[in-house]
């Protein structure tokens, strides 16, 4: 069964507690041992998922009535990010080993996804983001050594982070899916600020690397009336294209960072002046 989130509308967000924020735009549970566990969010028809092969493979099925096609990927194209140990995914037969970090672009009309784990006592943990595809490209592995890597930030300012853009048009031909890692320094906590947001297109963060006793505090909200999350290891936000978002740890942490909407220019971005945020 997929969870389904419908659009909300940044006058209605204005009016939400922390209990409706966090039911509209937080992920809590991707990964469990065993399982597959997918969210289908009305926001650019994104699809957000975890995979934990354990002791048994796990095959990628599509859901008729959500997903409105007899595969998965009849019409649509798939991100997929190991964030655990070692594992493999299977795409109509051929074997793409994963190895942690590294990504798996799979294209539009792939009819079989299969998940496996090397060792069922430190499973692979497959992150996946999947958007409508107008056009079917070629099946790509990309590690981390093969991304396009970009170092931002500055220590005194608490940013200092290195950018993989793997699933990237430098990188890798997609329909609209764009896709990369960041990592944050040691002592670094800012993932961006100045804030910013896209209009032509919507986001979705995995926050992972953090230790079980800390946390992200996610940033959201139009740039004059904002909210916030408070995000746990592992967790997944779904960021609407009027939406700001910046995020601050209490400790260094990682995030896996996608978007869908009208282009792939990984620019195309509004910032917000400090002075604009409320």
């Not at 320094?185 to 079980?212: C, I, K, Q, S």
């Amino acid at each position: 069964m997929i969870d389904v989130r419908h659009v909300s509308h940044p006058d209605a967000v204005k009016a939400y507690d922390t209990q409706e924020l966090r039911r509209h735009f937080l992920i809590e549970r991707l990964f469990a041992p065993g399982e597959i566990a997918l969210t289908y969010s009305h926001i650019e028809r994104f699809v957000v998922g975890g995979v934990t092969p354990t002791t048994r493979p796990l095959d990628l099925e599509s859901d008729n009535a959500t997903i409105g096609s007899p595969n998965f990927l009849d019409r649509r194209e798939l991100g997929v990010f190991n964030v655990g140990g070692p594992g493999r995914v299977e795409t109509d037969g051929e074997i793409h080993q994963l190895q942690p970090r590294d990504a798996l672009y799979v294209t539009k009309g792939t009819a079989s996804v299969r998940f496996h784990s090397d060792d069922a006592a430190n499973p692979a943990r497959f992150y996946l983001l999947s958007v409508p595809a107008h056009a079917r490209y070629e099946t790509k592995l990309i590690s981390a050594a093969s991304a396009k890597k970009m170092e931002l930030g500055a220590q005194e300012t608490a940013n200092k982070r290195t950018i993989y853009q793997m699933i990237h048009p430098d990188v890798c031909t997609t329909s609209q899916l764009v896709m990369g890692l960041t990592q944050l320094d040691a002592g670094n906590m800012w993932n961006t600020m100045p804030a910013h947001v896209h209009d032509r297109r919507a986001e979705v963060y995995l926050y992972f690397d953090l230790p079980d006793t800390a946390r992200v505090i996610h940033l959201m909200g139009e740039p004059a009336e904002t909210r916030h999350l408070v995000v746990a290891n592992e967790q997944a936000i779904l960021s609407p294209p009027w939406s700001v978002h910046s995020g601050v740890g209490t400790s260094a942490y990682s995030f896996i960072w996608g978007m869908g909407g009208d282009n792939i220019d990984y620019t195309d971005m509004d910032v917000i002046a400090m002075d604009a945020l409320r």
